[in-house]
């Protein structure tokens, strides 16, 4: 079945820095990427779509500036979270969706990202 | 706009019981339902979808649930619990004319042997 590969799996950085998280569609052109953000006990939060070739959509509330989305290729999406802040430490998993609407969306086993 | 609510964030069951999760929706037209598990640190696994195309789904791993229109429902239900059905488990809908997932809050699943 299709496999959406996420990587790093954890991440620990200093404030201030920034770091980058990869999402690949490893068998199928994923044309459209979903980022997601999921705080501790809670559910999964949109923050934005990632189009090929396009600007990402980003969800009410979630600063671009601050979550870069690039989706350079058919297969590869990432999230980079500038200036990281303590308050950024979440986990974030990606998902890419397969040819129908009605396709069940293939989730990345998601990074944990942890800013010191 | 479309929107899932799942009823109790704690259910706790012994190893052998029948399993029963909420959910509700929220759509003015039939919506594209979805249950998903998550086991710590991991992603989302897909369990089962609704469609249109039958009303009662089965998925993977002995879950099942059953669309009722009339009670804007979508209930994930198993015969008989297993200690690995321990996880986090959540209701999605996808919102109309667009590819979007939209969660509910997610109920937590303990397993008592």
């Known amino acids: 079945g299709a496999v959406v590969s996420q990587h790093p799996s954890w991440v620990i950085c200093k404030s201030g820095t920034s770091v980058k998280i990869e999402c690949r569609s490893l068998?199928?052109?994923?044309?459209?990427m979903f980022w997601y953000r999921q705080f501790p006990k809670q559910s999964l939060m949109l923050m934005a779509t990632?189009?090929?070739?396009?600007?990402?959509?980003?969800e009410q509330g979630v600063e671009k500036d601050k979550f870069l989305i690039n989706h350079a290729s058919l297969t590869l999406s990432t999230l980079t979270v500038t200036s990281a802040h303590p308050e950024d430490s979440s986990f974030y998993i990606c998902?890419?969706?397969?040819?129908?609407?009605?396709?069940?969306?293939?989730f990345g086993n998601g990074t944990r990202l942890t800013v010191t | 706009a479309q929107s899932v609510t799942q009823l109790g964030s704690h259910v706790s069951v012994s190893e052998g019981a029948l399993v029963l999760l909420r959910c509700n929706y929220s759509?003015?037209?039939?919506?594209?339902l979805f249950w998903y598990v998550q086991y710590p640190n991991q992603g989302l696994q897909l369990l089962l979808k609704?469609?249109?195309?039958?009303?009662l789904v089965k998925g993977i791993n002995g879950f099942e649930a059953e669309f009722k229109k009339s009670e804007t429902s979508f209930h994930l239900t198993k015969p008989s619990a297993h200690m690995s059905d321990a996880a986090e488990y959540f209701c999605?809908?996808?919102?109309?004319?667009?590819?979007?997932?939209?969660f509910g809050k997610g109920t937590k699943l303990t397993v008592n042997p």
């Open positions: 998902s890419a969706n397969g040819l129908f609407r009605d396709s069940p969306l293939h």
């Open positions: 068998d199928f052109q994923a044309t459209t």
């Open positions: 990632s189009n090929e070739g396009s600007k990402a959509t980003y």
């Open positions: 759509s003015s037209v039939p919506p594209y």
């Open positions: 609704y469609t249109s195309a039958a009303t």
């Open positions: 999605a809908v996808i919102q109309g004319g667009s590819e979007k997932l939209v």
